[in-house]
Each structure stands twice: as C-alpha cells, then as structure tokens.
C-alpha cells in the first residue's frame, strides 16, 4: 500500500482565490510527521509546512495552513489567497517514528502541479 | 537559515563514465544526510542513507556499487555514480537535518541533473 497518497496529478486555481491540495497518509506507527514541500521548475525543495501527529492544532505558516483530519488519515495543504508565484509542484511526505537527532527519511508522494492562472 | 548547497547543479557525460556530486551543508553539522532520486514529473525516491564515519544504508533496490556515497566529515558527502549509462540519467538531491528543534525538519539541496548519453 502506498503510504502517502496524492490523488491530484494537477490542478488549477485562480489568482486570490485559494485551494486545496488533497494528501491522505496510511502508518501504523503512533508518532510520526507531515510535511509539505514546494518544488519550483528549478528542482529545488522548499519545506512549507509541518504537522506532528500529537499537535492538537492544525499547522499554519503564513498563507500556508495544514488541514489534519488524523482520523481519516489526511493532511490537506489549503493556499489561500493564491498568487502566480504558487505555481509549482507540490509534495506531501511522511516520517515514520519521532523525529531522531541526525534525521530521518521522508516517504514522499506523487506530487500535485498547482498552476495558478490570473 | 540552514542551507544545503549541491554541485554540480548540471552535469552532462558519456556512458561509461563517473561523476562525483557533492552535497555540503554550509551553516552546521549534518552526522546524516539523505540522497534521493527524482524522475522527470515523479515524486522522489530514497536511494540511501548517508552517515558521516560510517557506511551508507542503501534502500532496496538501490546498486551499492553503483551509487557510491562517502560520508567524509560533518559537513559533506558525495555520491558517485560510476560507469554511468543512459538510464542513470535523473535528477539527484540531497536532504539533511540542521538538528535541534522538534519537527525533524529536513533541508534540501538545489539538486543536481545528470545527463548520461
């Protein structure tokens, strides 16, 4: 079973308007991480956004707000207020386990391509 | 804030050849460092574990011999992928985590697209 799925190959947003961007994650392990990356044409990986399964609220980072429904298993990044800028790739990942001192490995899902038209 | 720096950023070789990136981490320690591997529009994929004075823990699948990762010192590894061929073509990156904090964080490379013709 794929551990993070994103169902959304692509989608489009108008300017100012915002959007949702569906990620639903499947682990047996009772601590673990969310997390949302920004990959602009460039490749680089912007981090955006992180939810721990034990915070009781929603992440939020600016424009950026994480909608964790831990019952379904879904992490939903929302963009409100969306600019062209936003347009890109965009990833959801997951860690297994608490977070470790050196690091620990992301599973990454297939991406969605936000592309925000005016 | 942290940085993770990748070079080359581009490389183009011919078949048969090596090619060495370099990912360092330029603002603190890295005792681990991740390398993935992306395929043009697919998600990325954890090719292995790099740790610093140690050998590296290579995901299934993953060619040890091929992928070569030295893990020298606290601020730098490197991935070689020795006799490259066509199919070796793919966009590496790099990941590390600054340390401290409580989320796990990790900071990714600019990434580095090798050509293998």
């Known amino acids: 079973a794929q551990k993070i799925t994103q169902t959304q190959p692509g989608m489009f947003v108008q300017e100012k308007e915002a959007v949702t961007l569906d990620c639903t994650y499947d682990?047996?392990?009772?601590?673990?991480?969310l997390f949302w990356y920004k990959q602009p044409s460039s490749g680089e990986m912007i981090f955006l956004i992180y939810?721990?399964?034990?915070?009781?609220q929603n992440a939020t980072e600016g424009r950026y707000s994480l909608n964790f429904q831990k019952a379904r298993k879904s992490a939903n990044l929302v963009i409100s207020a969306s600019q062209l800028g936003d347009s890109a790739m965009y990833f959801c990942?997951?860690?297994?386990?608490?977070?470790?001192?050196?690091?620990?490995?992301?599973?990454f899902g297939t991406g969605t391509q936000l592309k925000v038209e005016l | 804030g942290a940085v993770v720096s990748q070079h080359p950023s581009r490389v183009i070789c011919k078949s048969g050849t090596s090619v060495k990136i370099e990912c360092r981490s330029l603002d603190f320690q890295a005792t681990t460092m991740f390398w993935y591997r992306q395929f043009p529009k697919q998600s990325l994929m954890l090719m292995a574990t790099s740790n610093e004075g140690s050998k590296a823990t290579y995901e299934q699948g993953v060619e040890k011999d091929k992928f070569l990762i030295n893990h020298a010192s606290l601020t730098l590894s490197t991935l070689t992928v020795t006799s490259a061929h066509p199919e070796d073509s793919s966009f590496y990156i790099c990941?590390?985590?600054?340390?401290?904090?409580?989320?796990?964080?990790?900071?990714f490379g600019e990434g580095s697209r090798l050509t293998v013709l």
């Open positions: 682990t047996s392990d009772p601590s673990y991480g």
């Open positions: 990942a997951m860690r297994e386990g608490p977070p470790s001192g050196g690091g620990n490995k992301l599973t």
């Open positions: 939810q721990g399964s034990y915070d009781q």
């Open positions: 990941s590390a985590r600054a340390g401290g904090g409580r989320i796990g964080e990790l900071f």
